[in-house]
């Protein structure tokens, strides 16, 4: 006959199983203090996703609207260089991670987290879907009208972790070069979301062209038409094409998104129309 056995609560695996229950619980409260979630993803690394998310992110503060930047790429974290923060900067209160504020946009990432900038992050799944769940959950987000999540590129533990965590998200916005092989990769993340009924807001072609400084020519430097192609192929919208500008490289390097450092320039124009169509605010 078996032992019949009962539980205290004080064994591992309750404790455990409470501790998840109570992480799962603040997780959704949190989010639910979140109108609009938008996922940055792409097939490949190298294409400007997070370039696309950071400058995504300050577009709608430039627009009036309380916004979280979090930052879920934990091999290689690029939102803490592309706005020059710096380590150890974020707070603590009550338990809770605050997250870094500039202006109206809150940001998180693990390159703000970790003691060295410099070390490599060696983590398996399991621990990466906790670290996920915590940004969502311990850090301290307050009421937002959107966040913005830069996803490093495929189809890995960090963005199908994501799409999951957040089931109510307006969708991803998938960013691609106009190269063949970047399309290759990008329709793998268009699956992907596919498979997991996850929405797609549509796709951005980046290095779309390259602008002279000088006299503001567009000259067409890879094979265009492939993120067209793949929009009209997969039946979601091609927001826009931005060209490759010198404005936006400086404001990567600088810190400064190019979106209001350069806010004149033939890209920051193209990024405010695809902004609108993103989340339907009006940027001049």
């Known amino acids: 006959m078996a032992e019949n056995h009962s539980c205290s609560g004080n064994c591992g695996e309750c404790g455990s199983r409470e501790k998840e229950q109570f992480a799962e619980c603040e ?3 949190q989010l639910a203090r979140i109108s609009h979630k938008i996922v940055v993803m792409s097939g490949k690394g190298g294409v400007g996703k997070s370039t696309v998310a950071v400058n995504l992110a300050m577009a709608l503060t430039l627009a009036g609207k309380k916004v979280g930047l979090l930052d879920v790429d934990l091999h290689g974290p690029s939102v803490p260089t592309m706005l020059h923060l710096e380590r150890n900067l974020y ?3 009550d338990g809770r991670i605050l997250p870094v504020e500039i202006g109206d946009l809150k940001v998180m990432s693990v390159g703000v987290l970790l003691p060295d900038a410099d070390a490599a992050v060696i ?15 311990d850090v301290e987000w307050g009421d937002l009208d959107y966040l913005v999540v830069d996803c490093p590129p495929g189809t890995g533990d960090e963005p199908l972790s994501i799409c999951q965590m957040l089931p109510d998200a307006d969708g991803a916005v998938i960013v691609t070069t106009p190269q063949q092989v970047a399309a290759a990769d990008v329709i793998k993340s268009l699956d992907f979301c596919k498979r997991l009924n996850f929405p797609v807001i549509g796709i951005i072609e980046n290095m779309s062209g390259f602008v002279c400084p000088k006299c503001g020519e567009l000259t067409e430097i890879f094979a265009s038409g492939a993120g067209e192609a793949l929009a009209a192929r997969c039946g979601v919208p091609l927001l826009g094409r931005i060209p490759i500008d010198p404005a936006v490289c400086r404001g990567g390097d600088t810190g400064q998104p190019f979106i209001n450092s350069a806010g004149g320039s033939v890209a920051a124009g193209v990024f405010r129309k695809i902004v609108g169509q993103i989340a339907g605010v009006e940027l001049k």
Do not use: D, N
């Not at 983590?123 to 959950?137: D, E, H, S, T, Y």
């Open 123 to 137: 983590w398996r799944g399991p621990m990466k879907i906790g670290v996920i769940r915590q940004l969502l959950a």
């Open 91 to 93: 707070g603590t209160e």
């Open 27 to 29: 997780m959704r409260r």
